[in-house]
């Protein structure tokens, strides 16, 4: 009986199931060789051990080998990208502490609304940089627009942000009193401006 491997068919078995098998083997080939003399006796491998020992051996040390290997390809990305991702996340939360006025007035026109979502100025430059910090993003990606001059785009609040404020009522009231000054300011403005006319 002839057992041929194609090493090209080995490549293409999807990581996870090669990953099994290679466990499989490493598990049995493991078990065989460091099974107790007495207990390999009545499981009748005494023999089997003795005269194939050094394939086992080579085998062992090979899928033990395949799987620290494919475990540090998977594992260290995963921690390197959840550690950057973390270490993001609290930079991004300390700038959600250190925000100006109108920046959390914007946030805040967010947050009190019951879906978080709302719609701002697209040509307002504080508006571009608290979406490019990723404090909150477009909610599409089509959407009609009455006024040419001065368009307005939906955008919703990044979830991080809305947990960060819930967990935070200081930090939440303090974006309150911003969005109730700026609110005041536009209101004075907006009579200025119907007095002139």
């Known amino acids: 009986m002839a057992v041929s491997v194609n090493v090209a068919d080995v490549l293409k078995i999807p990581v996870k199931r090669l990953l099994v098998v290679v466990t499989s083997l490493a598990i049995g080939t493991g078990l065989i060789l460091f099974l107790p003399s007495g207990l390999a006796e009545k499981l009748y491998i ?28 998977v594992v260290i990305p995963y921690v390197y990208k959840r550690g950057k991702f973390n270490r993001g996340l609290k930079k991004r939360k300390e700038q959600l502490d250190n925000l100006n006025d109108y920046q959390m007035f914007l946030v805040y026109s967010l947050y009190k609304e019951l879906n978080h979502t709302g719609k701002l100025p697209i040509y ?5 940089r608290m979406e490019q910090g990723l404090f909150f993003s477009k909610a599409t990606h089509q959407y009609a627009i009455a006024d040419m001059l001065n368009p307005i785009w939906p955008y919703m609040l990044q979830p991080w942000v809305t947990d960060y404020l819930d967990s935070n009522p200081e930090l939440s009231e303090k974006y309150k009193r911003a969005f109730e000054r700026i609110e005041r300011k536009k209101q004075e403005k907006e009579r200025n401006q119907e007095r002139w006319y």
Do not use: K, P, Q
């Open 46 to 73: 005494e023999a089997f051990r003795e005269s194939f020992g050094f394939v086992l051996g080579i085998v062992f040390i090979t899928t033990i080998s395949i799987i620290v290997v494919t475990i540090l390809f």
């Open 124 to 128: 307002d430059g504080e508006v571009i």
